[in-house]
């Protein structure tokens, strides 16, 4: 029998609560009707285990922020043991005493592009050179004389790349996880509470939404936002993610708790199309910024480019995406072998051909 689904139209509906009328679905029963939230205050929510990796996270970038004081040598081997967790590399006692690590969050490919970043930061880090197109070190704003960046010598900040690599596998995670068969199948159970994580299918769906890493009353509130908690702020004025990603997260969450199979599939698609959105905004976003200043504070502009590029490059660990891979190493190609080289042509054609995969042409300027 064909089904009949009540849609949201927009975050707004959320605040005064929402009542499925689904009401048919293919045995011929109803799915009884039930009241979407406005925040993400579900029974049984645990994503702890998201929020342990992320302080992981925090601890491996402080690490390489070392490196922006010129003499000191950023360890690769300690980055690599913070992100396997071995040796006890962590300075809170919670996350060495963890059985968790982020090593596995990560496709091969990505841990092995990871974990030569890494390599590369420590050997920028011993120079004692101020960085210079042709030279590693450490550069300084010609804006802001506080605001310091450990170079390559061909201008790549790699604790950027290590940051938005992490973004990239934080959307595979996502996308091949946490939205999987495994996890959302026809096999897992969806009956069985298991005291303070839901049903299975319920906490790997709180597992995906921890990976947002935002407040559970998002975005009213934007307390501790970091990575795409903050990104998806930053480019809602041209994709209006926020309230896209908060719908579909809590529509999803109450579909499952009410076995309505179907709008929670439709949530999935949402999320995930979403994702790989953003992350393309995010590399035009960052090169809107490079446009402004790169005449006047080539540092500055590298260290940005770097993140740019680095959010396309990780595109590529993302299973089920609409680019392809040829069109990532054609945009790859515009950002060229050495940053401190490239053009405002060579940042006009990865902006241009981001906007016409995604349909960003009517928002390139301002997401």
Same mark, same amino acid.
């Given at each position: 029998m064909k089904k009949k689904l009540c849609t949201i139209a927009g975050l707004a509906l959320l605040a005064a609560g929402f009542t499925s009328c689904k009401k048919d679905n293919s045995e011929g029963t109803k799915t009884p009707a039930y009241t979407i939230p406005a925040t993400y205050n579900f029974s049984n929510v645990d994503y702890s285990d998201q929020t342990t990796r992320f302080s992981m996270s925090a601890e491996i970038e402080a690490e390489m922020k070392k490196g922006t004081t010129t003499g000191t040598v950023v360890s690769a081997q300690k980055l690599k043991d913070m992100l396997a967790n071995v040796n006890s590399p962590f300075t809170a006692a919670a996350n060495n005493a963890s059985t968790l690590n982020l090593k596995s969050w990560f496709p091969a490919p990505a841990l092995t592009d990871v974990e030569a970043y890494m390599d590369s930061l420590e050997a920028a880090s011993h120079s004692t050179q101020q960085a210079a197109n042709g030279v590693a070190g450490v550069g300084v704003s010609a804006a802001d004389a506080t605001k310091k960046y450990l170079l390559s010598a061909n201008g790549i900040n790699y604790a950027q790349f290590y940051s938005k690599t992490l973004m990239?596998?934080?959307?595979?995670?996502?996308?091949?996880?946490?939205?999987? &068969?495994?996890?959302?199948?026809?096999?897992? /159970?969806?009956?069985?509470?298991?005291?303070?994580?839901?049903?299975?299918?319920?906490?790997?769906? &709180?597992?995906?939404?921890?990976?947002?890493?935002?407040?559970?009353?998002?975005?009213?509130?934007?307390?501790?936002?970091?990575?795409?908690?903050?990104?998806?702020?930053?480019? /809602?004025?041209?994709?209006?993610?926020? +309230?896209?990603?908060?719908? +579909?997260?809590? @529509?999803?969450?109450?579909?499952?708790?009410?076995? &309505?199979?179907?709008?929670?599939?439709?949530?999935?698609? @949402?999320?995930?199309?979403?994702?790989?959105?953003?992350? +393309?905004?995010?590399?035009?976003?960052?090169?809107?910024?490079?446009?402004?200043?790169?005449?006047?504070?080539?540092?500055?502009?590298?260290?940005?480019?770097?993140?740019?590029?680095?959010?396309?490059?990780?595109?590529?660990?993302?299973?089920?995406?609409?680019?392809? &891979?040829?069109?990532?190493?054609?945009?790859?190609?515009?950002?060229?072998?050495?940053?401190?080289?490239?053009?405002? +042509? /060579?940042?006009?054609?990865?902006i241009n051909t981001l906007s016409s995969i995604y349909g960003f042409d009517s928002v390139k300027n301002i997401i």
């Open positions: 990239g596998v934080i959307t595979y995670q996502i996308i091949n996880n946490a939205f999987s &068969d495994a996890t959302m199948g026809s096999g897992v /159970d969806n009956n069985t509470v298991v005291t303070g994580k839901g049903t299975a299918m319920e906490h790997n769906w &709180d597992l995906a939404f921890g990976l947002w890493m935002v407040p559970v009353d998002f975005p009213t509130n934007k307390t501790g936002v970091k990575y795409w908690g903050s990104y998806s702020s930053q480019v /809602d004025s041209g994709l209006h993610c926020n +309230a896209t990603l908060m719908t +579909a997260y809590l @529509t999803g969450r109450a579909a499952i708790s009410n076995k &309505d199979m179907a709008t929670r599939d439709a949530q999935i698609t @949402t999320i995930c199309q979403t994702y790989e959105k953003m992350q +393309a905004a995010a590399a035009i976003h960052e090169l809107n910024a490079v446009k402004l200043i790169l005449s006047s504070d080539l540092t500055k502009s590298v260290s940005t480019i770097s993140e740019s590029m680095a959010f396309v490059a990780s595109m590529r660990y993302n299973p089920k995406k609409q680019i392809s &891979d040829a069109q990532i190493n054609q945009l790859l190609g515009y950002y060229g072998t050495n940053l401190y080289n490239i053009s405002i +042509a /060579d940042i006009n054609n990865i």
